[in-house]
């Protein structure tokens, strides 16, 4: 039941997000930044399923460091509130992207939940081993995308107080 309520809430976040790439679209910002932030969300809606996963950075449309730029100008030329969160969290998420995760995505096997009591034992004996056999590297990027999460995090906080009226 959590589990449901966690899909629909990411599911609608990404809504969300692709909400905030239109309405940048037409803000007043340079062109290449419009650009940028809308490639990005199509990089988004293709590669981050379940916001579980580390992927390859070879899946952004440019460097972090251009996306960071783009939806950073994009942040300076708006001040709804609703937008300034999704902006921000488009920003958290480029800690997905990591270098050298290669082709596919590192993710625990998670199963749809749904189908798991159709599973025969064999099938969920597999998983089970699967689950266990990918742990060690599951941990390792997981380590590291939340290590960048917490840095972006910082940096969005600093974005903040910069917007702030005196």
């Not at 589990?3 to 599911?11: P, T």
């Not at 809504?15 to 940028?36: G, M």
């Not at 952004?60 to 708006?78: M, N």
Request: hydrophobic share 35%; proline share 5%; aromatic share 4%.
């Amino acid at each position: 039941m959590a589990i449901n309520r966690l899909l629909k809430s990411l599911r609608h976040e990404r809504r969300q997000i692709d909400r905030a790439i239109r309405v940048v679209a037409k803000l007043e910002t340079p062109s290449a930044c419009r650009d940028l932030i809308s490639r990005y969300g199509e990089a988004l809606a293709k590669h981050a399923e379940t916001y579980s996963e580390a992927y390859d950075s070879q899946h952004l449309p440019a460097t972090k460091a251009e996306i960071k730029a783009a939806l950073r100008v994009s942040l300076d030329c708006t001040s709804d509130p609703e937008l300034i969160r999704l902006l921000e969290n488009g920003y958290l998420l480029l800690a997905m992207f990591q270098d050298g995760v290669g082709d596919k995505p590192i993710s625990p096997p998670t199963p749809d939940l749904r189908e798991l009591g159709h599973m025969s034992d064999g099938e969920v004996g597999a998983l089970a081993r699967r689950t266990v056999e990918s742990g060690p590297l599951c941990r390792h990027w997981s380590s590291i995308v939340d290590k960048e999460m917490h840095e972006l995090y910082a940096e969005v906080q600093a974005m903040r107080r910069g917007r702030k009226p005196e």
